[in-house]
């Protein structure tokens, strides 16, 4: 009997360690084809940190442009060279505040290390990135800051300069002299509202030249072309016309092909698209105002992982302009902006 009884006790034991074992998180604990919590989709848990790692979130303002792409490039390859994790995640549109605010919330619960955003809203995301800011984590705007002096530094084009210089290569186009017209893309986004500013202020210098409409893209190409559609009947004596991003220039190029009116209405447009170089090599683009998203995302998330160190950053971190045209498309310094390597 005795021996009986220790011999319960023992096989008790195991059975008590080997459930234990695989209650705490061991893949024993799933039954055959149950999801994980990562698997599952858990907003914090969409995807597992490295061990040890340290985790930057890189939050866009949208996906689906090249530029995000170049953006999220730039920021792995600084990742890497540290040895950080790039958690990339965005809105599917660039005016879907609520869902990057949402992102940021969901950033911040999982208690990332650092994070790296564009604003859609300079105003309605004061409230989430001053949050993150007074927990702790570092916040590095680039591409479109907030109203707030809680990020540490952004990394961006200097709009209002880049827009100036949109309006100087227009007038240089059309003579100084005749109508044109302005796209934005979104009110309210601090990228659109500083081109659209340096625009203004650029043509100050051009008393012959006369802005006659102004309509919004809200990003969105077939936005875009219905809108330059309606400038282009509205205004038939039409010169030329700055989009301020991508999807304002594409649509805007599909406008004046569908019109008849390719090269004879110059198109001056930000950003540097597979899309809108086809339309400059073509002659439907004359000029493109040619950022560095590439530089932005990188320069980012090194100020990030900076910041993090305790070390001091720039407060402006100007990543520059270039005016790219037919004639200088394949020079090595244009190709080096708009074919980095990653």
């Not at 008590?16 to 074992?21: D, E, K």
């Not at 707030?148 to 210089?165: F, Q, W």
């Not at 005749?178 to 203004?200: C, M, N, Q, Y």
């Not at 004596?237 to 700055?242: A, S």
Request: hydrophobic share 45%; glycine share 12%; proline share 4%.
């Amino acid at each position: 009997m005795r021996r009986k009884w220790w011999f319960a006790i023992g096989v008790a034991v195991v059975l008590a360690t080997v459930t234990g074992i695989t209650g705490c998180g061991g893949s024993g604990s799933s039954a055959p084809g149950a999801k994980s919590a990562n698997e599952a989709g858990s907003p914090a848990a969409a995807a597992p940190a490295k061990a040890g790692a340290i985790q930057v979130a890189v939050i866009p303002k949208g996906l689906t442009h090249q530029f995000w792409v170049s953006v999220h490039q730039g920021a792995e390859k600084a990742g890497r060279e540290a040895g950080a994790e790039i958690l990339w995640q965005g809105p599917a549109k660039e005016t879907d505040i609520d869902k990057q605010i949402s992102i940021i919330q969901d950033m911040l619960t999982r208690k990332v290390n650092a994070m790296v955003l564009a604003a859609c809203d300079a105003d309605a995301l004061v409230g989430i990135v001053e949050q993150v800011a007074a927990s702790g984590i570092p916040v590095v705007m680039i591409d479109s800051g907030v109203n707030s002096d809680a990020p540490v530094a952004t990394a961006a084009t200097d709009n209002v300069a880049g827009a100036r210089l949109a309006a100087k290569t227009l007038a240089d186009l059309i003579g100084g002299q005749g109508d044109v017209g302005l796209i934005p893309f979104v009110a309210g986004s601090a990228t659109s509202e500083a081109r659209e500013k340096g625009f203004r202020e650029g043509l100050e210098a051009y008393p012959g030249i006369r802005l006659v409409s102004v309509q919004y893209s809200q990003s969105d190409a077939a936005i875009g072309m219905n809108v330059t559609s309606d400038m282009l009947s509205a205004n038939p004596g039409l010169k030329g016309i700055f989009a301020a991003n991508e999807a304002g220039a594409i649509g805007a190029a599909q406008a004046l092909r569908g019109a008849g009116r390719a090269g004879e209405v110059k198109l001056v447009a930000f950003d540097a698209s597979e899309e809108e170089i086809a339309a400059l090599k073509e002659g439907v683009i004359q000029a493109l105002i040619v950022q560095n998203p590439f530089r932005m995302g990188y320069e980012g998330v090194k100020a990030a992982l900076a910041a993090l160190r305790g070390e001091q950053v720039p407060k402006i971190i100007d990543t520059g302009v270039t005016v790219v045209t037919k004639d200088n498309l394949d020079t090595p310094e244009v190709q080096a902006i708009l074919n980095p390597n990653p």
